[in-house]
């Protein structure tokens, strides 16, 4: 089974992300180490097609190698991402995704793209495809979900601006001024960026940013026919915590 997740930016498209590895069995390839397992492994360790399923299984005879102490974290994320979902907020990829830096204008240093080639090629049972800004090209025909994901054009904008993402990446909050204003429609009752028509008509579910954050996940978790767990209403909280008091008034539906 497929699903895909397409968003614009500034839309909480990492949020739906997350939501979705932590509460189904859906997978996606998030960092592309194998050659790093490669280059640093002994030669009598495991190769990556026989790694095991948990860290704590590594085997004993090389748990002793200076090369496993010194790497610990590198060969736990190289597991993660080989087998997949079930993912936690324990996990490194998690944390690594997370670890956001107060300074704004850093907030997408620390993304971990999903490689969607590397997930096509997996072995998962069910895969996950993760697309931004997608265009009618980009919306894959054999998946069983597709899913996109969009809020209000003046939530995103705000979260745009305040995250220096979408159209306001790797420009200078002086420059923000000049950035011309996104061409809009009506969808649902919102005032939209104008693709999120063009792009809903191509896919299964539309799910609106405020409904996810509003429900911890269950909105976005009902396609799947799972519940939310103890990991999405961690997840749910800390990212609405990460905003300012303004933002969380628009993501709550409380101006």
């Known amino acids: 089974m497929n699903a895909q997740l397409c968003y614009f930016g500034g839309s909480g498209g990492f949020f739906a992300l997350w939501h979705i590895l932590l ?8 960092s592309h180490l194998d050659q790093s397992y490669k280059n640093m492994r002994g030669s009598d360790w495991p ?24 790497n610990q974290e590198l060969i736990k994320e190289v597991i993660e991402n080989k087998n997949g979902s079930p993912c936690s907020i324990n996990g ?9 830096s107060e300074d704004r204008s850093k907030w997408k240093s620390a993304e971990k793209w999903p490689q969607n080639d590397l997930t096509q090629n997996s072995s998962f049972n069910n895969k996950l495809f993760f697309n931004c800004n997608p265009e009618k ?3 894959i025909q054999d998946c ?17 601006k305040n995250k220096h993402a979408w159209k ?20 649902n009752g919102f005032e939209v960026f104008h ?21 911890q996940g269950q909105v976005l978790l009902d396609i799947f026919n799972e519940k939310v767990n103890e990991d999405n209403i961690f997840h749910n909280n800390m990212w609405l915590n990460l905003h300012t008091d303004e933002e969380k008034g628009r993501l709550l539906n409380e101006s």
């Open 92 to 100: 490194i990829s998690y944390k690594k995704q997370w670890n956001v």
């Open 144 to 160: 069983d979900k597709r899913i996109l994901l969009y809020t209000d054009i003046e939530t995103q904008v705000m979260l745009a």
């Open 47 to 70: 190769t990556l097609q026989d790694l095991p399923e948990n860290f704590d299984d590594f085997p004993k005879e090389q748990q002793q190698d200076p090369l496993y102490v010194n």
């Open 23 to 30: 509460g189904t069995d859906y997978s996606c390839v998030l």
């Open 195 to 215: 693709e999120v028509d063009k792009i809903a008509k191509l896919t299964d579910y539309q799910i609106c940013l405020q409904d996810i954050v509003n429900t």
């Open 137 to 139: 090209e980009h919306i």
């Open 168 to 187: 306001y990446s790797r420009i200078n909050i002086e420059e923000f001024e000049s950035v011309e204003k996104p061409e809009t429609t009506k969808f």
